[in-house]
């Protein structure tokens, strides 16, 4: 009895391996967008992708061949326009006030890498992983079309400008989804079982 609990549940723990999937690409650049929300819906075997645009005032996506920023509409406090330069229609820029794009997906993905368009030498990029910090790229602007490859796993992503001088776009994410197998749920039942079997027995025994 003990020979087969520990062949199951060392099965199971195979099952759980990594299993390869295909990365997804999702390009951001030319799209055509209405409000503060893009629904892309199905993007590969059932994922669905919605982006928003979040940040002081109403918002506006706004994607091009730079990729995907935000156009935040109305007065600051200070009753002067939000993004009024031109540049700053199409970015996601922290002059006046946090901005960012939130990517929302149905399930559980690593992100393998994105792509951005940047201004300038001193471009900073907050990562949130479900609402909370996970990665502050600090000058990320070492290249024409920088790419960042820190890893994040979750389901909600925001990438946010915080100081004055952050000002950016996103070009394209590359995501890949690693669902858990069915093969290691039914091993997991099965050792569940047989571990609620063999308590049986010993307090049997016990008596």
Do not use: K, W
Request: net charge negative; charged share 15%; aromatic share 6%.
């Amino acid at each position: 009895m003990r020979n087969v609990f520990m062949t199951l549940l060392g099965a199971a723990f195979l099952a759980l391996a990594p299993v390869s999937a295909n990365a997804v690409t999702i390009t951001l650049t030319n799209l055509t967008t209405t409000g503060d929300t893009l629904d892309l819906g199905d993007i590969g075997d059932g994922l669905t992708l919605e982006i928003r645009g979040i940040g002081p005032g109403p918002q506006q996506l706004v994607s091009n061949g730079n990729g995907m920023g935000i156009f935040s509409t109305g007065n600051n406090n200070s009753g002067s326009p939000r993004d009024q330069a031109a540049d700053e229609q199409v970015l996601i820029d922290g002059r006046r006030g946090d901005e960012r794009l939130r990517f929302t997906f149905n399930r559980n993905v690593l992100i393998e890498s994105v792509t951005y368009f940047l201004t300038g030498s001193d471009d900073d990029v907050d990562v949130l992983v479900g609402g909370n910090l996970f990665d502050r790229n600090t000058n990320l602007a070492l290249g024409t079309t920088p790419i960042q490859t820190t890893q994040f796993y979750g389901n909600t992503f925001d990438f946010r400008a915080t100081q004055n001088n952050d000002r950016f776009a996103i070009v394209a994410l590359s995501v890949t989804e690693v669902p858990l197998p069915a093969s290691a749920a039914l091993l997991f039942g099965g050792v569940a079982l047989l571990g609620a079997a063999g308590m049986r027995r010993r307090t049997r025994r016990a008596a």
